[in-house]
């Protein structure tokens, strides 16, 4: 039977994958990374769009080498297991505002949804409230598919298509060798850094693409995703995906508090972090259901777009200009609190997000 | 009897997984071949029909095209 010869694809796999990723996420906050955000798609996928100056936050410019290696990471793997499948084409315009509308909602809260386990695994109450946005997000989504919503089908396309991206991960990383971080400079050659704040917070060089590749290939086969779990627990009762969460949250937190005593309960002063529940909840509604109508967390897109899906990319890139957006218009949060126009931001992403799940609603398919 | 045949390529998640829940409720018992493109849907609708009672058994020679597979569920 084919799914058997795939070790990463059983129940233990998927909850190792966890164990692997939650480890490896508070070794890595350990080694230099932000407080709580040892990896955060969204928040490092911020960072590439500072880092090229898509926006210029001064604390948030860095290219994350975990993204390059995550995405790589899978591209390698899904080539070495044959799973490479370049494929495209099912709504990219719609998937790219998913893209951004996902992003604007999670720099509110300020974090993917690995970084709410990671934040709820270092005791950051407010992650709670992000927990109970992504469910909420996530349960609307589900409402949409028992409705029949659904993207249309993709297409195979040229290997060309399915290499694009990952291509472009690796020009980014060739560019971050060419002109890496200089000490005390704010800009080496074409890229930002930043000085201070998040930006400036990072582990080693090496050792964050390194981990993000393994973790790209633990991804790529395990199909670990965030969103997954929460939509298949909700729609189906599968607790398949949500097993490799919880894995990923409880071995976070015992790294956390038993090995490097990273664990600090409480609401106030947390890391990168704002007390603003009901935006923390509706940032995170916001994210949640962009994720499920774009069939995919964060991390789960950007692996799918190593593994040659185009329109994973798509929804990628519309994150990296959501990042921008986010900060150029001061739709994103800060330790200070809710920005200025992330209320209305995320009350215009909602409204969108309704709006692409209604209009897909009558897709039917060839249901026989 | 009848083979029911569900044709979930090129979909994302979760619509293949949907696709043969919804078949299998239908039909209840006997035959259905699910057809699709990717390792991630024959693991996702072979874990979902084995949750239901329904054994698979998956063919790559018998699908249409290469990259392709067939999963065959099956229920007394």
Avoid at chain 1, 172 to 194: C, E
Avoid at chain 1, 304 to 312: C, K, P, Q, R, V
Avoid at chain 2, 31 to 42: K, T
Wanted: aromatic residues 10%.
């Amino acid at each position: 039977m084919k799914s058997f010869r795939n070790v990463l694809a059983t129940t233990p796999g998927i909850i190792a994958a966890g164990v692997v990723i939650g480890v490896a996420a508070v070794v890595l906050q350990h080694l230099g990374n932000p407080g709580n955000m040892g990896i955060c798609i969204a928040c490092f996928e911020r960072d590439v769009a500072g880092g090229l100056g898509l926006h210029r936050a001064e604390i948030v410019q860095y290219l994350r080498p975990e993204i390059f290696g995550l995405c790589l990471g899978a591209l390698l793997s899904s080539l070495f297991f044959r799973e490479f499948r370049p494929r495209g084409g099912s709504s990219p315009i719609i998937r790219f505002a998913l893209g951004m509308s996902a992003m604007i909602g999670a720099l509110v809260f300020l974090g993917c949804p690995w970084r709410v386990i990671l934040r709820l695994a270092g005791g950051d109450g407010n992650a709670l409230f992000g927990v109970a946005g992504l469910i909420v997000g996530v349960g609307v989504g589900t409402l949409f598919f028992r409705k029949g919503f659904a993207l249309g089908r993709s297409h195979g396309q040229s290997r060309m298509t399915g290499l694009m991206f990952p291509l472009f991960m690796a020009g980014l990383l060739v560019l971050s060798l060419i002109f890496p971080f200089a000490p005390g400079q704010a800009r080496n050659g074409v890229l930002w850094y930043s000085l201070k704040g998040p930006g400036a917070a990072h582990a080693p060089f090496l050792v964050s693409l390194v981990v993000g590749a393994v973790i790209g290939v633990i991804g790529q086969r395990s199909r670990f995703c965030t969103m997954g779990a929460f939509r298949d627990m909700i729609l189906f009762r599968h607790w398949h995906l949500f097993l490799g969460v919880l894995a990923m949250l409880v071995a976070a937190f015992l790294m956390n508090k038993g090995v490097l005593q990273q664990f600090h309960p409480g609401f106030a002063n947390q890391p990168v972090a704002h007390t603003d529940g009901l935006w923390n909840f509706g940032g995170m509604v916001v994210a949640g259901l962009a994720f499920a109508l774009a069939g995919g967390c964060p991390g789960r897109q950007l692996l799918m777009a190593g593994e040659g899906d185009a329109d994973a990319a798509v929804f990628v890139l519309g994150m990296l200009a959501g990042a921008a957006l986010s900060h150029n218009f001061g739709l994103a949060s800060s330790t200070a609190g809710v920005g200025a126009y992330g209320p209305i931001a995320v009350i215009s992403c909602f409204i969108l997000c309704l709006i692409i799940g209604f209009a897909h609603c009558a897709w039917r398919g060839d249901r026989v | 009897m009848s083979v029911k045949v569900v044709d979930a390529r090129g979909l994302s998640c979760p619509q293949p997984v949907i696709l043969a829940l919804d078949a299998m409720k239908r039909e209840k018992s006997g035959r259905i071949e699910v057809l699709v493109d990717s390792d991630v849907c024959v693991e996702n609708v072979t874990r979902a029909a084995r949750s239901q009672g329904w054994s698979v058994t998956c063919d790559e020679r018998r699908a249409p095209a290469p990259g392709e597979w067939l999963l065959d569920l099956s229920k007394e």
